[in-house]
T-cell receptor
Framework: EDQVTQSPEALRLQEGESSSLNCSYT??????LFWYRQDPGKGPEFLFT???AGEEKEKERLKATLTKKESFLHITAPKPEDSATYLC????????????FGTGTLLAVQP | NAGVMQNPRHLVRRRGQEARLRCSPV?????VYWYRQLPEEGLKFMVY????????ESGMPKERFSAEFPKEGPSILRIQQVVRGDSAAYFC???????????FGPGTRLTVT
C-alpha cells in the first residue's frame, strides 16, 4: 500500500535558522512527488513537483530534493511568513491519479 | 486568471439534511479531484472525475456520497443524510492532465449539528 510519512510533526525555528523537513514514501511506480504549503483555513498551495531521484527544485528560501526513498524540503534563513504546514504527496503508478498525502509538518518561525 | 473556486466556503447542516458542495476548476482543466481533511488527519482522496465520467471513486463512502462533473457547469459533491462524522473540510483540486500537479481550491468547511 502506498504510504507517506512526514517528520517532524512540528518544528519551531528562530528567524534565520535553517533546517530541513523530511518526507519518506513507499509507493509502487512513483510518477511524481509534490510539496504543498497550507495556511490555516486555506487550501494547499502548490510549491514543487519532483519526478526522479536526484532532481532538485528551488524557490526563494525553499529547496526540494528527491531520492528513491525520501524527499527533503530545505528552508534557508526562514522568515516568520514561512510559518505554515508543509505537505508532501505522492502520485503512484496505476490508472488512478489520486495523491497520497502525508500528515504534514507544522512549521513556526519566530522573529 | 481565476484558480479553483469552491462554494459555499462554510456550510452548516443539521443531521439528516443534504449537503451540496460545488467546485469550478481552473479554466481549461478537465481533471477534478475531491479530498477530505479531518482535524489532526491528512488530506484523504475521495474521487477523481473527468467531464461526465467518474474515473476513480475508491476513496468515497459507498453510501450517501456521490459526485458528478457534468459537461457544463461545476463539479458537485453531494452528501445525503449527513451525520456528525461528515463534519470536515472538503477540498477540490484540478489539473490539466492526470499526472501534473493538482491545484487546490479554498475548501468548503462542513459542520453538521
Amino acid at each position: 500500500e502506498d504510504q507517506v510519512t512526514q517528520s517532524p510533526e512540528a518544528l519551531r525555528l528562530q528567524e534565520g535558522e535553517s533546517s530541513s523537513l523530511n518526507c519518506s514514501y513507499t509507493v509502487s511506480g512513483l510518477r511524481g512527488l509534490f510539496w504543498y504549503r497550507q495556511d490555516p483555513g486555506k487550501g494547499p498551495e502548490f510549491l514543487f513537483t519532483l519526478y526522479s531521484a536526484g532532481e532538485e527544485k528551488e524557490k526563494e528560501r525553499l529547496k526540494a530534493t528527491l531520492t528513491k526513498k525520501e524527499s527533503f524540503l530545505h528552508i534557508t534563513a526562514p522568515k516568520p511568513e514561512d510559518s505554515a504546514t508543509y505537505l508532501c504527496a505522492v502520485l503512484g503508478g496505476g490508472a488512478t491519479n489520486k495523491l497520497i498525502f502525508g500528515t504534514g509538518t507544522l512549521l513556526a518561525v519566530q522573529p | 486568471n481565476a484558480g479553483v473556486m469552491q462554494n459555499p466556503r462554510h456550510l452548516v447542516r443539521r443531521r439528516g439534511q443534504e449537503a451540496r458542495l460545488r467546485c469550478s476548476p481552473v479554466k481549461g482543466h478537465s481533471h477534478v479531484y475531491w479530498y477530505r481533511q479531518l482535524p489532526e488527519e491528512g488530506l484523504k482522496f475521495m474521487v477523481y472525475l473527468q467531464k461526465e465520467n467518474i474515473i476513480d471513486e475508491s476513496g468515497m463512502p459507498k453510501e450517501r456520497f456521490s459526485a458528478e462533473f457534468p459537461k457544463e457547469g461545476p463539479s458537485i459533491l453531494r452528501i445525503q443524510q449527513v451525520v456528525r462524522g461528515d463534519s470536515a473540510a472538503y477540498f477540490c483540486a484540478s489539473s490539466p492532465t492526470g499526472w501534473d500537479e493538482q491545484y487546490f481550491g479554498p475548501g468548503t468547511r462542513l459542520t453538521v449539528t
